[in-house]
């Protein structure tokens, strides 16, 4: 089955572009109306990126790509489209994946060989018009997956597409369990054959493309969603929230796994409220989160949003971006692209924004060093900590090796570290890192 799709612009529109040494660079200016927000983009290489873009009121979808880095656009109007189409993936510069849903129930996953001028249906399956999924990923040109929550099934390709199988042992939630995707392009991930995705009190894992899945705890306890994560390819990941079960936080909270999703630790809370999350290729411990989706579905939220880059796993944070961005993805350590949200005033009318730049100026971000009050020292059971004002971040105590005995996350004037008395004796090192400063200091364990 082939549906030919009645308004294909190519539209060969040069435009110039200021070009920054480092930063997010508008492209496609006018290629959408003024009205669109980004739902869902997929990024190839630094030349070809596409992206699934929904009116303010969202209607009327646009699929837009570029294959020369912004020179040229494809603009495909699916206003009258059969089916709504709720996630974009592409595996190369003409190879698209788009599954949709349609008034009867049914969920279509379409297609295209040819930069969407041509569509053919792979997979059907009973699915639910009202679902916010199905969201669709690659792990190679080979191994895919398409995941919807909302009906409780998973499938997947071994192939490159040419047949889908239904995941027999797809993971039955507990009964307080939930889940929501405000952002399917980073809402799940996927590594090679490993696919994460994650709830209020769980990720699940498959390590053999989506066929068996394995549950574990996220820390989150059921009082948060998991809004977004990502891995890289050695198995450390970032997962982010600021969505609580009664309040949105104009914070994040931010948990991080150093073995593949099966334990997470809290990182410091980041005082922005963050909504999608990548990692950066090539960079082991860097990655870039964005926010500003969440207004698009309540407009009276009054929050400050801004792109934040990691260089450390998620201790610290730095600011390479003044305003909100929706589905991020980067392609190497020095090219990422993202999607624009329409309630903001850009100064112009761009279709994505494109990173350009290497994050190394922003890991020389000079840092306060300070000196809070660390008493008693020597110290025999619990040690206290005082600041000047209320600060936040992560404080750890390490033996003489450089190992970690205790480790809190403080968001307050004052903390302590108890039951030391079970330490030998020595030398301790007490360490604090926050997003703009940091401090250690010699303790000394009687």
């Known amino acids: 089955m082939k549906n030919r799709i009645a308004i294909i612009l190519s539209l060969n529109l040069l435009f110039s572009t200021v070009t920054l040494a480092q930063g997010w660079i508008p492209l496609g200016e006018n290629m959408l109306p003024e009205n669109y927000f980004t739902w869902a983009l997929s990024a190839v290489d630094d030349q070809t990126v596409w992206s699934l873009n929904f009116s303010a009121q ?65 997979h ?44 027999t042992a797809f993971p039955i939630l507990e009964p307080d369990e939930s889940w929501d995707i405000i952002n399917p392009s980073n809402w799940m991930d996927v590594q090679g054959d490993t696919i994460w995705w994650g709830t209020s009190l769980n990720i699940h894992r498959s390590t053999d493309n989506g066929i068996t899945w394995e549950v574990f705890e996220n820390g989150f306890n059921g009082d948060y969603q998991t809004q977004s994560l990502c891995f890289n390819e050695s198995g450390t990941g970032l997962m982010i929230t600021n969505v609580s079960s009664e309040v949105i936080l104009p914070e994040t909270l931010i948990h991080k796994s150093n073995d593949g999703g099966q334990s997470w630790t809290a990182q410091p809370v980041v005082k922005r409220p963050l909504e999608g999350i990548t990692d950066v290729p090539g960079m082991e411990q860097t990655f870039v989160a964005v926010g500003g989706i969440l207004k698009e579905f309540i407009p009276n939220l009054n929050l400050e949003y801004v792109s934040l880059c990691t260089m450390d796993g998620g201790e610290t944070w730095h600011r390479i971006g003044e305003f909100p961005l929706n589905a991020v993805d ?15 005033d850009y100064g112009s009318n761009p279709a994505l924004f494109k990173w350009e730049g290497s994050f190394l100026s922003v890991a020389t971000k000079e840092l306060t060093v300070i000196t809070p009050k660390v008493f008693p020292n020597p110290v025999e059971n619990t040690l206290q900590v005082r600041f000047s004002k209320n600060r936040q971040g992560v404080a750890s105590l390490k033996d003489s090796s450089g190992r970690t005995i205790q480790q809190k996350v403080f968001h307050s004037q004052e903390l302590e570290f108890s039951n030391l008395d079970h330490l030998p004796s020595g030398v301790y090192i007490f360490e604090l890192k926050g997003e703009d400063f940091i401090a250690t200091e010699k303790v000394v364990k009687q």
């Open 330 to 344: 980067f392609v190497s350590n020095s090219v990422g692209w993202a999607g624009r949200l329409s309630y903001y």
């Open 124 to 167: 059907i399956y009973q699915g639910n018009f009202q679902a916010i999924g199905p969201t669709i990923k690659f792990g190679d040109k080979d191994r895919g997956i398409m995941i919807d929550p909302d009906v409780a099934k998973a499938f997947y390709t071994l192939d490159g597409g040419l047949t889908w199988e239904a995941t």
């Open 58 to 122: 969202h209607t009327d979808p646009i699929l837009i790509g570029t294959r020369d880095a912004g020179e040229t656009w494809t603009v495909i109007d699916l206003s009258s489209f059969p089916v709504f189409p709720m996630d974009i993936h592409a595996t190369s510069a003409d190879t698209l994946w788009m599954p949709t849903l349609h008034q009867s129930g049914n969920t279509y996953l379409y297609f295209s060989e040819n930069a969407g001028t041509d569509w053919e249906v792979k």
